[in-house]
Protein backbone atom coordinates (compact mmCIF):
# COMPACT_ATOMS: atom_id res chain seq x y z
CA UNK A 1 0.00 0.00 0.00
CA UNK A 2 1.76 3.18 -1.25
CA UNK A 3 2.50 5.61 1.90
CA UNK A 4 1.77 9.06 2.31
CA UNK A 5 3.89 11.77 1.29
CA UNK A 6 5.33 14.19 3.90
CA UNK A 7 3.42 17.35 3.69
CA UNK A 8 4.94 20.10 2.43
CA UNK A 9 5.53 23.67 3.48
CA UNK A 10 2.42 26.10 2.42
CA UNK A 11 5.14 28.02 1.44
CA UNK A 12 9.12 28.81 1.04
CA UNK A 13 11.18 30.64 3.51
CA UNK A 14 10.18 33.97 3.39
CA UNK A 15 13.02 36.19 2.17
CA UNK A 16 13.90 39.25 4.41
CA UNK A 17 13.46 42.32 2.83
CA UNK A 18 16.36 45.19 3.27
CA UNK A 19 15.22 48.40 4.82
CA UNK A 20 16.44 51.35 2.91
CA UNK A 21 16.97 54.91 4.34
CA UNK A 22 16.27 56.37 1.03
CA UNK A 23 12.64 57.26 0.37
CA UNK A 24 11.90 56.18 -3.05
CA UNK A 25 13.39 52.53 -1.74
CA UNK A 26 11.18 52.21 0.83
CA UNK A 27 8.36 52.92 -1.72
CA UNK A 28 9.63 50.35 -3.50
CA UNK A 29 10.06 48.05 -0.66
CA UNK A 30 6.44 48.50 0.42
CA UNK A 31 5.09 47.80 -3.26
CA UNK A 32 7.05 44.65 -2.82
CA UNK A 33 5.12 43.89 0.16
CA UNK A 34 1.64 44.61 -1.43
CA UNK A 35 2.74 42.51 -4.38
CA UNK A 36 3.78 39.34 -2.56
CA UNK A 37 0.30 39.65 -0.05
CA UNK A 38 -1.77 39.35 -3.45
CA UNK A 39 0.45 36.32 -4.68
CA UNK A 40 -0.40 34.57 -1.21
CA UNK A 41 -4.50 35.45 -1.86
CA UNK A 42 -3.71 33.67 -4.96
CA UNK A 43 -2.03 30.64 -3.90
CA UNK A 44 -4.37 27.76 -2.96
CA UNK A 45 -3.85 26.47 0.32
CA UNK A 46 -2.73 22.96 1.17
CA UNK A 47 -5.56 21.02 2.57
CA UNK A 48 -5.15 20.07 6.66
CA UNK A 49 -5.35 16.90 8.19
CA UNK A 50 -8.35 16.62 9.71
CA UNK A 51 -9.29 15.37 12.65
CA UNK A 52 -10.46 12.13 13.81
CA UNK A 53 -14.37 11.88 13.92
CA UNK A 54 -17.21 10.88 11.47
CA UNK A 55 -17.62 13.12 8.55
CA UNK A 56 -20.17 13.62 5.57
CA UNK A 57 -18.84 13.91 2.23
CA UNK A 58 -19.15 15.03 -1.04
CA UNK A 59 -17.07 14.38 -4.42
CA UNK A 60 -17.60 14.70 -7.74
CA UNK A 61 -17.03 12.98 -11.04
CA UNK A 62 -14.54 15.04 -13.65
CA UNK A 63 -16.67 17.75 -14.76
CA UNK A 64 -19.48 16.49 -13.22
CA UNK A 65 -20.03 13.45 -16.25
CA UNK A 66 -22.96 11.63 -15.69
CA UNK A 67 -20.49 8.47 -15.32
CA UNK A 68 -22.70 6.62 -12.77
CA UNK A 69 -25.63 6.42 -15.45
CA UNK A 70 -24.00 2.69 -16.57
CA UNK A 71 -25.11 0.29 -13.86
CA UNK A 72 -21.74 -1.19 -14.45
CA UNK A 73 -19.65 1.57 -13.64
CA UNK A 74 -21.51 2.14 -10.24
CA UNK A 75 -21.64 -1.34 -9.37
CA UNK A 76 -17.56 -1.13 -9.36
CA UNK A 77 -17.96 1.45 -7.53
CA UNK A 78 -19.70 0.01 -4.66
CA UNK A 79 -17.38 -3.27 -5.37
CA UNK A 80 -14.62 -0.71 -4.47
CA UNK A 81 -16.36 1.42 -1.37
CA UNK A 82 -16.93 -2.07 0.31
CA UNK A 83 -13.72 -3.37 -0.55
CA UNK A 84 -11.89 -0.67 1.77
CA UNK A 85 -14.99 -0.99 4.21
CA UNK A 86 -13.84 -4.84 4.48
CA UNK A 87 -10.26 -3.94 4.99
CA UNK A 88 -10.89 -1.51 7.76
CA UNK A 89 -10.32 1.76 6.31
CA UNK A 90 -13.48 3.07 7.62
CA UNK A 91 -16.87 2.47 9.14
CA UNK A 92 -19.60 3.05 6.54
CA UNK A 93 -22.79 4.41 7.79
CA UNK A 94 -24.52 5.81 5.00
CA UNK A 95 -24.07 6.51 1.31
CA UNK A 96 -25.66 7.76 -2.40
CA UNK A 97 -24.22 7.38 -5.85
CA UNK A 98 -26.09 9.68 -7.95
CA UNK A 99 -25.48 10.05 -11.51
CA UNK A 100 -22.61 12.60 -11.16
CA UNK A 101 -21.57 13.17 -7.72
CA UNK A 102 -21.50 10.64 -4.13
CA UNK A 103 -22.20 11.58 -0.83
CA UNK A 104 -20.80 9.20 2.31
CA UNK A 105 -21.42 9.11 5.58
CA UNK A 106 -17.93 7.48 7.14
CA UNK A 107 -16.07 6.96 10.77
CA UNK A 108 -12.32 6.84 8.99
CA UNK A 109 -9.55 4.40 10.95
CA UNK A 110 -7.25 6.04 9.25
CA UNK A 111 -6.86 9.65 8.31
CA UNK A 112 -10.18 11.13 6.05
CA UNK A 113 -7.76 12.21 3.67
CA UNK A 114 -6.05 8.62 3.07
CA UNK A 115 -9.40 7.12 3.08
CA UNK A 116 -10.88 9.83 0.25
CA UNK A 117 -7.54 8.86 -1.34
CA UNK A 118 -8.34 4.91 -1.44
CA UNK A 119 -11.82 5.42 -2.80
CA UNK A 120 -11.02 7.84 -5.25
CA UNK A 121 -7.93 6.51 -6.13
CA UNK A 122 -8.66 2.91 -5.69
CA UNK A 123 -11.91 3.49 -8.21
CA UNK A 124 -9.90 5.39 -10.84
CA UNK A 125 -7.55 2.15 -10.82
CA UNK A 126 -10.02 -0.06 -11.09
CA UNK A 127 -12.04 1.76 -13.24
CA UNK A 128 -8.70 1.98 -15.88
CA UNK A 129 -8.60 -1.73 -15.47
CA UNK A 130 -11.77 -3.16 -15.80
CA UNK A 131 -13.36 -0.46 -18.59
CA UNK A 132 -9.86 0.49 -20.60
CA UNK A 133 -10.28 4.13 -19.97
CA UNK A 134 -7.69 6.45 -19.03
CA UNK A 135 -9.63 9.46 -18.67
CA UNK A 136 -10.04 11.22 -15.51
CA UNK A 137 -12.73 9.97 -12.88
CA UNK A 138 -13.00 12.59 -10.20
CA UNK A 139 -13.26 16.23 -9.74
CA UNK A 140 -10.12 17.24 -7.75
CA UNK A 141 -10.65 17.22 -3.91
CA UNK A 142 -13.90 16.92 -1.55
CA UNK A 143 -15.98 18.50 0.54
CA UNK A 144 -16.82 17.62 4.29
CA UNK A 145 -18.72 17.93 7.63
CA UNK A 146 -17.37 16.71 10.77
CA UNK A 147 -20.57 15.32 12.64
CA UNK A 148 -21.15 16.86 15.66
CA UNK A 149 -23.84 15.03 17.78
CA UNK A 150 -26.36 12.26 17.43
CA UNK A 151 -28.99 15.02 15.89
CA UNK A 152 -26.11 16.09 13.26
CA UNK A 153 -25.56 12.45 12.54
CA UNK A 154 -29.49 11.55 11.69
CA UNK A 155 -29.63 14.85 9.41
CA UNK A 156 -26.88 13.59 6.98
CA UNK A 157 -28.06 10.50 6.94
CA UNK A 158 -31.29 11.92 6.10
CA UNK A 159 -30.08 14.03 3.20
CA UNK A 160 -28.24 11.62 2.49
CA UNK A 161 -31.33 9.30 1.15
CA UNK A 162 -33.31 11.50 0.27
CA UNK A 163 -30.88 12.98 -2.25
CA UNK A 164 -32.55 10.17 -5.17
CA UNK A 165 -36.44 11.85 -4.12
CA UNK A 166 -35.58 15.31 -3.99
CA UNK A 167 -33.64 14.39 -7.69
CA UNK A 168 -36.81 12.70 -9.05
CA UNK A 169 -35.21 9.85 -9.78
CA UNK A 170 -37.46 7.61 -7.60
CA UNK A 171 -40.40 8.08 -5.45
CA UNK A 172 -39.25 6.55 -1.85
CA UNK A 173 -35.38 6.51 -0.98
CA UNK A 174 -35.87 2.60 -0.67
CA UNK A 175 -36.30 2.53 -4.29
CA UNK A 176 -32.89 3.83 -5.27
CA UNK A 177 -30.52 0.56 -5.85
CA UNK A 178 -27.17 2.32 -5.08
CA UNK A 179 -28.60 4.30 -1.59
CA UNK A 180 -27.86 2.56 1.52
CA UNK A 181 -31.68 3.36 2.46
CA UNK A 182 -32.14 0.36 -0.42
CA UNK A 183 -32.60 -3.13 1.55
CA UNK A 184 -29.73 -5.17 1.74
CA UNK A 185 -26.93 -3.40 2.43
CA UNK A 186 -24.09 -3.92 5.55
CA UNK A 187 -23.60 -0.62 7.19
CA UNK A 188 -21.88 0.27 10.65
CA UNK A 189 -23.53 2.01 13.15
CA UNK A 190 -22.57 5.05 14.47
CA UNK A 191 -19.54 4.87 17.18
CA UNK A 192 -20.57 7.84 19.44
CA UNK A 193 -17.45 10.07 19.43
CA UNK A 194 -17.68 11.23 23.10
CA UNK A 195 -16.76 10.58 26.79
CA UNK A 196 -18.53 7.74 28.03
CA UNK A 197 -19.51 10.21 31.23
CA UNK A 198 -21.26 12.23 28.85
CA UNK A 199 -23.21 9.65 27.07
CA UNK A 200 -26.56 10.19 29.01
CA UNK A 201 -27.06 13.81 27.33
CA UNK A 202 -27.21 12.42 24.28
CA UNK A 203 -30.62 12.80 22.41
CA UNK A 204 -31.68 8.53 21.24
CA UNK A 205 -35.01 7.73 19.68
CA UNK A 206 -37.99 10.53 20.30
CA UNK A 207 -36.99 12.94 22.86
CA UNK A 208 -35.50 10.20 25.48
CA UNK A 209 -32.03 9.69 26.86
CA UNK A 210 -29.99 6.56 27.91
CA UNK A 211 -27.21 6.74 30.20
CA UNK A 212 -24.18 3.97 29.45
CA UNK A 213 -25.73 1.45 31.52
CA UNK A 214 -28.77 1.01 29.51
CA UNK A 215 -27.02 1.35 26.22
CA UNK A 216 -27.63 -2.07 24.31
Excluded at 92 to 120: C, G, N, S, W, Y
Excluded at 176 to 202: E, K, Q, T
Amino acid sequence: MTRLKPLKALFPETEQLTHFSDEKDTIFNRAVIRLSATRLQHMKPSRAISPPGTYFVTFSTFQRTRLFVVESYTRLFLTTLYGYKRQGAFQLHAFVVMPDHVHLLITPTVTLERAMQLIKGGYSHAFGTDVGRKNEVWQRGFTDHRIRDAADFELHRGYIHQNPVKRGLVMKASEYRYCSAYPGFRLDGWPLAVPASNLSMIPHGKGTTYSPAEKS
